[in-house]
């Protein structure tokens, strides 16, 4: 999927799940537009929930040239006060749809994806890696066994210090991973962080 190229689907396609589209959209709560609730040439694949739930689901059968008006409610735990649960109607014009042109798996595949000689050697670095992952999964997993068992067994008190340190250090590696996401994908994570 992530090597796959994206590739325009003939002209009167109906979009569906798995489709890629390129789409234009303004926002409006009560008839007014609203920060953050427009964009131009914003790419997302039906399906993969990176905007509010029902935002993706209502341009099902959309095809390029159309134009929607896709109404939503935001989540009352929103990241954005001025909207959490708040109805909001998309003017949401479809530029593009497009699917993923998934490359057949086959040697020359394997080869492109790096020092791979065959279709074989792909597998087999796969398999290796994930039985890696599975063991280092494990080992955390015993770890986290273990730790909790002691606390359970073993009272004190954690220095206020320490528990301000640790926090500032998990919003600092999760601001860096944002930096690093598209911005459609940033909505959609901070959107996840509200409803855990």
Excluded: C
């Amino acid at each position: 999927q992530r090597h796959a190229p994206v590739v325009e689907e003939p002209e009167g396609t109906a979009a569906e799940r798995g489709h890629v589209l390129s789409i234009d959209f303004v926002g409006r709560i009560d008839g007014k537009p609203f920060e953050g609730g427009s964009g131009r040439g914003v790419e997302f694949e039906i399906g993969a929930g990176h905007f509010i739930e029902g935002f993706e689901e209502q341009l099902s059968g959309a095809r390029a040239g159309e134009d929607r008006a896709v109404q939503v409610r935001f989540p009352d735990d929103y990241g954005s006060p001025e909207v959490a649960g708040q109805q909001a109607v998309f003017d949401v014009h479809v530029a593009e749809v497009k699917r993923r042109q998934l490359p057949a798996l086959d040697d020359e595949f394997a080869k492109d994806l790096g020092d791979f000689e065959s279709l074989d050697a792909l597998r087999e670095r796969i398999r290796a890696d994930l039985l890696e992952l599975r063991e280092n999964m494990a080992r955390v997993a015993l770890r986290r066994s273990v730790v909790d068992t002691l606390l359970e067994r073993t009272k004190f008190d954690v220095p206020a210090g320490l528990i301000e340190r640790q926090l500032e250090r998990q919003l600092r590696q999760a601001a860096e991973r944002l930096e690093r996401m598209p911005e459609d994908a940033v909505r959609a994570q901070l959107a996840r962080w509200q409803e855990e």
